[in-house]
């Protein structure tokens, strides 16, 4: 019985280590993908860049993410074996990971398990490392610019609903639960922006505590 274990137990280990290698190899082919975006982003145009993507496939967003890797040090340097086995699969990472010079690699993949933390983690970590935030790539700044100018358009538009609601002459336990519904499509809302993170709901006022003196006011209005 303890042989079998013992048996089982060298197979785990083995087929871990083959994993570790597997997962080593998928890094090196990132690289080497953030090459050869970088060799072709330098021979095409800059009006012909999207075309060009277009053609292969793939959306700018991704290609800038492997022109930030290209970027790294790791494109002209050999990663050693044991430093190649802690770096994640995940794109995402590698994009953070590729600002460190290759001693703060070493030190973020010795405090950190990279491959198993959040990408927030990641990021965070590297932002300690390079003492700065990093800024946002022309895409990523689009993209919040976009998200930012919905925002602002709804909230417009709910304020007036919602101020039509009240002079309806809505009850206060309707409003509650418009209320209520209002901050279940935040919760979805933050779940989209941090999935990497669990939901903290005690960020969220509850329409039953905080907003329990707004509503108790409305209610005395209602009765003058």
């Not at 053609?55 to 990663?79: C, T």
């Not at 995940?90 to 600002?99: F, G, M, P, R």
């Not at 405090?111 to 590297?126: F, G, M, N, P, Y």
Request: glycine share 4%; aromatic share 4%.
């Amino acid at each position: 019985m303890n042989n079998d274990i013992s048996v089982l137990i060298q197979k785990i280990k083995d087929a871990m280590s083959l994993a570790a290698v597997d997962e080593g190899k998928v890094v090196l082919h990132h690289i080497e993908l953030a090459r050869l975006y970088s060799e072709l982003r330098g021979l095409v145009k800059r009006r012909k860049w999207e075309e060009t993507l277009k053609g292969i496939g793939v959306s700018p967003r991704v290609a800038n993410r492997y022109l930030a890797i290209a970027k790294g040090w790791w494109v002209a340097r050999e990663l050693a074996p044991d430093l190649l086995s802690k770096l994640p699969c995940d794109v995402h990472k590698l994009e953070q990971l590729s600002k460190l010079t290759v001693e703060q690699l070493t030190a973020v993949t010795t405090s950190l398990d990279c491959k198993d933390c959040s990408r927030a983690q990641v990021t965070e970590s590297v932002i300690r490392w390079i003492g700065d935030k990093p800024n946002l790539s022309t895409d990523e700044d689009e993209i919040a610019k976009a998200l930012k100018k919905r925002w602002s358009s709804h909230s417009k538009a709910m304020v007036t609903v919602a101020t039509d609601v009240f002079e309806e002459g809505f009850q206060p336990s309707e409003r509650k639960k418009l209320l209520d519904e209002l901050y279940a499509n935040m919760a979805e809302i933050e779940k989209a922006l941090f999935p990497d993170e669990p939901s903290n709901g005690s960020q969220d006022p509850s329409p039953t505590s905080a907003n329990d003196v707004s509503l108790n006011s409305v209610e005395e209005v209602d009765g003058e």
